[in-house]
């Protein structure tokens, strides 16, 4: 043997055990802590920092009781956050957090505040140091690695919590190979949330990940879709109707109708929805 084929094997070694080390630890986080919700009774959880995003979109980070606590929630399932409105009223309405439990000690909520939003207005109030009363898992979403061949996903402003949880969750695991499709509609390019991070996805998982863009008012040399998502946009950038798919939606009530009357027409049965 000589020195070069000694050394590629070397290496050969060297990138398999990172792998298999990598998955390991993938497997070891989800495993080693229970949750850190209740699904009967609200617990406090402190607000450790607030950044904001944009002029009403402000991302929440809240601290687990230690360092190495996980959340406890299944992919794709949400927790209900209780607060106060203008008025004093208390309010609950649920949420995804953009965090996995691989992500230990902390959980993060992405929240557009809108200005009648009665829980909006809870959130916006919020500073760092203050509790929110959290419970959960709630949701009918249950998810296996490997389960489908692949998700188109159909998302419309915050829409977008829930189906970038369940695209993390299944990029990240070593052992899912699930691909995924996602268009993302919004009115403006500013209304895009947690970009960076779909970007990050797409570079990180070329040939897994993929996300198309419709904008009801696009800015000048726009590339992605204009106007409401449309039949021809699924047919050209979701999986085609199969056993093995599966099309998810989220996004106001009025298109969540519309995605169900295009999928209805295009062929997707029952079996091949889900709506958050």
Not at 20 to 28: I, L
Request: aromatic share 10%.
């Amino acid at each position: 043997m000589d020195y070069l084929e000694a050394k590629e094997i070397q290496v050969g070694i060297a990138v398999a055990v990172v792998a298999v080390v990598a998955t390991a630890a993938y497997f070891y986080t989800l495993k080693k802590s229970k949750g850190s919700i209740d699904p009967e009774n609200f617990k406090q959880f402190k607000l450790v920092k607030r950044t904001q995003l944009s002029h009403n979109v402000a991302k929440f980070r809240f601290e687990l009781p230690t360092p190495t606590s996980v959340l406890g929630l299944p992919i794709g399932q949400h927790i209900s956050c209780k607060g106060k409105d203008s008025q004093g009223e208390e309010v609950i309405k649920p949420y995804t957090p953009t965090t996995l439990d691989t992500d230990v000690g902390y959980f993060e909520l992405v929240i557009k505040m809108y200005p009648l939003g009665r829980m909006s207005h809870h959130f916006r109030e919020m500073r760092e140091g203050d509790y929110m009363a959290v419970r959960g898992p709630k949701g009918r979403f249950k998810y296996q690695p490997g389960e489908v061949r692949a998700f188109g996903m159909l998302a419309g402003g915050s829409g977008i919590t829930p189906m970038f949880q369940v695209a993390r969750a299944i990029l990240e695991n070593p052992e899912d190979k699930t691909q995924v499709h996602l268009i993302y509609a919004n009115v403006t390019s500013e209304d895009i949330l947690l970009k960076e991070e779909l970007e990050g996805l797409e570079a990180k998982y070329p040939g897994r990940f993929q996300v198309y863009y419709v904008l009801n008012q696009p800015p000048e040399e726009w590339t992605g879709g204009v106007g409401f998502v449309s039949k021809e946009m699924i047919q050209a950038h979701c999986p085609a109707p199969a056993s093995d798919i599966k099309i998810l939606r989220c996004g106001p009530p009025p298109m969540n109708k519309a995605m169900a009357g295009h999928l209805d027409a295009l062929g997707y049965s029952a079996e091949m929805q889900f709506q958050f």
